[in-house]
């Protein structure tokens, strides 16, 4: 079964850092999104990139943020100066023709910021 | 008032006991909707989309009342296996878009 993948699987950086966070959503998948889950809290909702642009950003998606599908298969989100509290479980989700049906996560990349 | 509210975990129950979670939500403009299984520190998974004819996926049965914007979850036979957080997950169009909200989930563990 076609699943989502996701690089690295850890990643610890300081302050500062920028990181860049890699995902392959399934291959005929047409939607994208970035999720956020601080340890102890709920799955937060970041972007959603649609034909190579977003189409929809949360509050928390501010200018230290970014997303690109440079290529056929990968979708990044890039985090410009690392902030402590942008310690988390980053999720890329992916769905197959229509926003409204169901999505597809991958395993998650666990971003530590000392 | 929160977008998607759940019962308060967590829920123990005795292996083979039938448990019940409920969620509402506030956003009347919500299209779509889903549970979601999380076991700790991994990705949500599918559980079963919701619809309001009601759905039945072996031991799980979702409903969905779109009138009083209520969602509920029905585990017959608990297992073991089921032990984990159930997310209550509801999608709306947005301007340009779409937009998966998240419940906080309600925690289950099952015992012998």
């Known amino acids: 079964e076609p699943e989502v993948t996701q690089t690295p699987s850890h990643q610890v950086t300081q302050m500062g850092q920028e990181v860049i966070l890699r995902c392959v959503p399934i291959?005929?998948?047409?939607?994208f999104y970035w999720y956020r889950q601080i340890l102890g809290q709920k799955v937060e909702f970041l972007v959603s990139?649609?034909?190579?642009?977003?189409?929809?950003k949360s509050e928390i998606f501010d200018d230290q943020f970014s997303v690109e599908r440079p290529d056929g298969s990968n979708f990044t989100l890039k985090i410009r100066s690392t902030k402590l509290e942008d310690s988390a479980m980053y999720f890329c989700?992916?769905?197959?023709?229509?926003?409204?049906?169901?999505?597809?996560f991958g395993p998650g990349t666990r971003l530590l910021v000392l | 008032r929160k977008e998607v509210e759940q019962d308060p975990g967590p829920f123990n129950v005795p292996e083979g006991a039938t448990v019940a979670f409920n969620c509402t939500y506030s956003?009347?403009?919500?299209?779509?909707f889903f549970w979601y299984r999380q076991d700790c520190r991994k990705e949500p998974k599918l559980l079963m989309s919701?619809?309001?004819s009601g759905n039945e996926d072996g031991r799980f049965t979702a409903q969905l009342n779109r009138a009083s914007q209520y969602i509920s979850l029905l585990i017959r036979d608990s297992k073991l296996s089921d032990s984990a957080t159930y997310l209550c997950?509801?999608?709306?169009?947005?301007?340009?878009?779409?937009?998966?909200?998240f419940g906080t989930g309600t925690q289950l563990k099952v015992e012998l």
């Open positions: 291959s005929n998948h047409l939607y």
């Open positions: 956003n009347s403009a919500s299209q779509s």
């Open positions: 990139f649609y034909n190579n642009e977003i189409s929809e």
């Open positions: 919701v619809y309001s």
């Open positions: 989700a992916s769905t197959p023709g229509r926003p409204l049906e169901t999505q597809y």
């Open positions: 997950v509801v999608n709306r169009l947005t301007g340009g878009g779409n937009k998966l909200t």
